[in-house]
């Protein structure tokens, strides 16, 4: 079984400041892990996944994400914030060996970069 | 590449009728392709896996006999919403596995645009 919970549904940063979307996840197998990225009435992009090796893995548009097992956190960051950067952000996970290497969701954070 | 495309983006329908979107795999093939439910500002609920050539498996919950789904190639599936009532209306994406990755990169799955399904 997993899961994966998104601490915040909406956070609001300042252009230009830290961003930071929380995860953490739960799972009975080595997570795959993602973050997805969604502008209105349009589908998912993927920014970044941890499957093996260096937990700090760097993403499109800036973004980077870090790897905590002992924390079983995978909390998504970006250095300075840009207006287009305001979007709704998933956090997924999937399993090693699960069956259908199924995909599961967070709630998502709407990021939200005041001018 | 890895494009996966949904037909229509869009659509209204009255309360009742059918309702059939699309989902293409447009430069690769894909044995599996997932279908998921979206209200608004919620996230992404897994309706089904299609499985190329075999049937759907359903999440609980799910009305398979509701929400027909078919794969009958490798680079489409379709996603079929019987007697539409105005509950139905969401935001429908479909993603699609590469099949040459299965082994390979198993988790890696390409999204559609989305199709927003309004019923009336």
């Known amino acids: 079984a997993q899961s994966v919970t998104q601490l915040g549904s909406h956070v609001s940063v300042s252009e230009g400041a830290l961003v930071l979307l929380r995860c953490n996840y739960s799972?009975?197998?080595?997570?795959?892990l993602f973050w997805y990225v969604q502008y209105p009435n349009q589908g998912l992009q993927l920014l970044l996944k941890?499957?093996?090796?260096?937990?700090l893995v760097k993403g499109i548009n800036g973004f980077e994400a870090e790897f905590k097992k002992s924390e079983t956190s995978f909390h998504l960051t970006k250095p300075s914030a840009h207006m287009s950067d305001a979007a709704e952000y998933f956090c997924?996970?999937?399993?090693?060996?699960?069956?259908?290497?199924?995909?599961?969701f967070g709630g998502g954070t709407r990021l939200m970069v005041k001018p | 590449g890895a494009v996966v495309s949904q037909h229509p983006s869009r659509v209204i329908c009255k309360s009742g009728t059918s309702v059939k979107i699309e989902c293409r795999s447009l430069?690769?093939?894909?044995?599996?392709m997932f279908w998921y439910r979206q209200f608004p500002k919620q996230s992404l609920m897994l309706m089904a896996t299609?499985?190329?050539?075999?049937?759907?498996?359903?999440e609980q919950g799910v009305e398979k006999d509701k929400f027909l789904i078919n794969h009958a190639s490798l680079t489409l599936s379709t996603l079929t919403v019987t007697s539409a009532h105005p509950e139905d209306s969401s935001f429908y994406i479909c993603?699609?596995?590469?099949?040459?990755?299965?082994?390979?990169?198993?988790?890696?799955?390409?999204f559609g645009p989305g199709t927003r399904l309004t019923v009336t």
């Open positions: 993603s699609a596995r590469d099949h040459r990755l299965a082994g390979k990169r198993p988790y890696e799955q390409y």
């Open positions: 799972s009975s197998v080595p997570p795959y």
């Open positions: 941890y499957t093996t090796g260096a937990t």
């Open positions: 997924a996970v999937s399993g090693h060996n699960n069956a259908g290497n199924m995909l599961t």
């Open positions: 430069d690769f093939q894909a044995t599996t």
């Open positions: 299609s499985n190329e050539g075999s049937k759907a498996t359903y």
